[in-house]
DNA sequence: GCGACAG
DNA sequence: ATCTTGTCGC
């Protein structure tokens, strides 16, 4: 099971935004975006091939359903596309989405999920920005660094930065630089994460958007998007995201319909 | 004042 | 995120 490592860190809903900004400049300090992993990521797929003798690393999948003042967190934790576990946790939320600091109103339900966990991931996807964020401590990064974990953040549009290139109609495969600009504390140019075109219609009109995916914490940028990219089969979202998704969606409808 | 931004 | 019918394309 993962342990907070940084209570000093945990978000709290009560801070004021001043406080809430303050406290990311100091988790992006503590925050790596270099590889520390225990699986070598090259081996990495949702599938049962993977490294020889030690076997695929443990990926957990977290993912929220709303109803009404109260979040649903789930996480799903597999191991070469077989789940190991799925827990849930439902909290109530305290403060609105305000862009730039998610992770003060959907990190204290994720922490509450957390808690469930009976086994230790070796890395975990965050539906959200990592390092592709203002003061590069977004969603995946806030929770990486809380629990010392290695993270990544799987976004579904941008939040900030600047890709090197269009993003429009990038054929399947395609990933695309995110470079910070000037709304981004790193140095100009600095590639925080990429836009990555897990799935793409073959031919016909309509045409699939890229997952933005960043470094949430223990992970580098090119690491994160080829991750995400080994772990998705099929589908727009990575696998492990998809069960998350799927079992918030269960767990939310176990309260209301 | 305008612009604008994860879930 | 959530609220929702229809509609296009494989």
Redesign the pocket.
Known sequence: MLSVQRPDLLPDPALSREEMEALQREIAAEASFENDLSFDPAAVTDGPLSTPGEGPPLVAGV?????DDRAISAIVVSRGGEIVERVYAVSELSI????????FR?GGPIVDAVAELTVEPDLVLF????RI?FREA???T?MGVVFDVPSV????????GTPTDTTDNLPEGARVPIEADA?VTAAAGTVIGHAVQTRQ??????SINPL?VSPGHRVDADTAAALVAALTDGYKLPEPTRRADAY??EA?SLF?G
């Open positions: 993912d929220q359903a709303f109803l609105p989405y305000i862009p730039g600091l998610l992770s959907e539906d959200g920005s990592g964020h977004g969603l995946a806030h953040g799987v976004a579904k549009s941008l939040l900030c709304d219609y073959d031919s016909g009109n309509r933005i918030a969606e939310k209301d």
